[in-house]
């Protein structure tokens, strides 16, 4: 499926690095999610957006900082990690918060 | 918050066998899907299915929503089909939070 992309899709950084995984839909959806997947646990919830607007905060560490420019697009901006967050990171859409959600490939991330 | 089990967590079937997978819910749902994780990660989206049955080739799947669970059938499977399998819902009583079972493995030999 090519609705909705991601950038990059592998990662490696340092605990002292920033860096931003970005997230697009093509599918004119109005909400917008990041999850993450680390080995051997269910998908977790980190963050809703609904028509621009943060809905959602699943207790997420300030390392963590997301933004959503427009209803198009996502980022999640990354500073000073922890090698405990390394996982795969997908980013979702769909037409209205009770919707079918879409994926992306996802970001695999390193952190060393 | 809503519980969501999946069984079995681990199923390896020979090319061409059918297979079952379940997914029990804790609450009253009013999102269901199933979606199928291949091996470089991507989610697919299999079935939008809160209530009923449907069908997508050798793939159908059936909810029945007031006992709380749902069912993913596959048919002559084929090794393509290997991965795994997740179940997401969201609670009549929640907000929009998908909340995702911890999957079933599923690997088919040729």
């Known amino acids: 499926e090519t609705g909705v992309t991601q950038t990059p899709r592998h990662l490696v950084m340092g605990m002292t690095n920033k860096k931003s995984l970005k997230c697009e839909q093509h599918?004119?959806?109005?909400?917008m999610y990041w999850y993450k997947q680390s080995a051997k646990k269910p998908l977790e919830l980190m963050f809703v957006?609904?028509?621009?607007?943060?809905?959602e905060n699943n207790s997420v560490p300030s390392r963590f900082s997301p933004e959503c420019p427009n209803s198009s697009h996502l980022f999640l901006h990354l500073h000073t990690l922890q090698p405990e967050d390394s996982a795969l990171y997908l980013c979702?859409?769909?037409?209205?918060?009770?919707?079918?959600?879409?994926f992306g490939p996802g970001t695999r991330l390193l952190v060393l | 918050g809503i519980q969501v089990e999946q069984s079995p967590p681990d199923l390896i079937l020979q090319e061409g066998a059918n297979s079952t997978l379940r997914c029990n819910f804790s609450?009253?749902?009013?999102?269901l899907q199933w979606f199928h994780q291949n091996p470089w990660g991507q989610l697919i989206n299999l079935f939008y299915?809160?209530?009923g049955t449907k069908q997508n080739g050798r793939l159908s799947a059936t909810t029945v929503a007031t006992e709380r669970y749902s069912l993913l059938y596959i048919s002559s499977s084929q090794t393509t089909d290997s991965g795994v399998y997740f179940c997401?819902?969201?609670?009549?009583?929640?907000?929009?939070?998908?909340?995702f079972g911890t999957g079933t493995r599923l690997t088919i030999i040729p």
């Open positions: 979702a859409s769909s037409a209205s918060g009770e919707e079918t959600q879409y």
């Open positions: 599918l004119g959806h109005n909400a």
């Open positions: 957006y609904n028509f621009k607007e943060q809905t």
């Open positions: 609450d009253s749902v009013n999102n």
């Open positions: 299915i809160p209530s």
């Open positions: 997401a819902v969201t609670s009549n009583f929640g907000n929009e939070k998908l909340t």
